[in-house]
């Protein structure tokens, strides 16, 4: 961390936070950043080359922080910037203190590409970089183009939360949620900086488990009833009812908040609805 620890719990004093945007080309990196800093909307797409650096202040509970934002494109190997973006690039991600993770809500490949984002970052790192004194925020971009919508609320929230990461749906065009989550995102770095470098348990994450987020995922991407319920096409009443009763323990609403949970659970209570009907 840039500034020293100690010196941090000293009320009034400012901290220095150095925080990174990752995410596809396009996503929305640039314009977020910009919406919360110069209020305004750029509709023509200027593509960040390699890097791109940028200065705010904030006051939050009358402490000065400094945000020093870094964006990273996913055209990570840019003309001019090549060798020297190859040779320093662990240094960008080290002393991170924030990460604002940005996906495209219209573009299922930009959701996809959050897992490859994160490993390349903890890569970087090596092994002795430590992801758990970072906050991260996932921000579900675009949501003003509804109709282009692919990825809904509860698959981001149920990906960002099942990581411990705070989850935002984010309009760098409207404005929406752009003010909140950095609100948000401030508080938790402050915190995570008084806290000794210990990233807080967020209430979701600590409500579910992982057996229930990879459940809801499975049956978000299963082809049919059968594949919903885990079960070999052909199986019988008792092998349909086990693996029924299986999945209606772990994800019945009165038991998981997980996010999709319900939708999960009804597909489930219709999957096996279905598949007993035509079993003799
Ligand atoms: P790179 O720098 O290439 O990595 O892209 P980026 O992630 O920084 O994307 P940028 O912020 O430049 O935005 C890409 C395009 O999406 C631009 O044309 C923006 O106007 C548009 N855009 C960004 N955010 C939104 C949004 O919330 N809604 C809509 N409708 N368009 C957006
Ligand atoms: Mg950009």
Redesign the pocket.
Known sequence: MEANMSKRKEPGRSLRIKVI?M?????????????YCEKR?????????GI?YGVTKRTHFARLMTMRYI?????KLHFVYLSFYLKVRNEFYKDTQGVIL?Y?VGQKDSFDALDAWLAEMKQELGPHGNMENIIFVVCA?????TKHRCVDESEGRLWAESKGFLYFE?????GEGINEMFQTFYVSIVDLCENGGKRPTTNSSASFTKEQADAIRRIRNSKDSWDMLGVKPGASRDEVNKAYRKLAVLLHPDKCVAPGSEDAFKAVVNARTALLKNIK
């Open positions: 945007s995410g596809n080309a396009e996503v929305g990196k640039s314009c977020i950043i910009k919406r909307f750029v509709s023509k797409y200027l593509a960040t080359i791109d964006l990273i494109t996913s055209q940005v495209d971009n675009k949501i003003d183009c984010t309009s760098a065009q409207t």
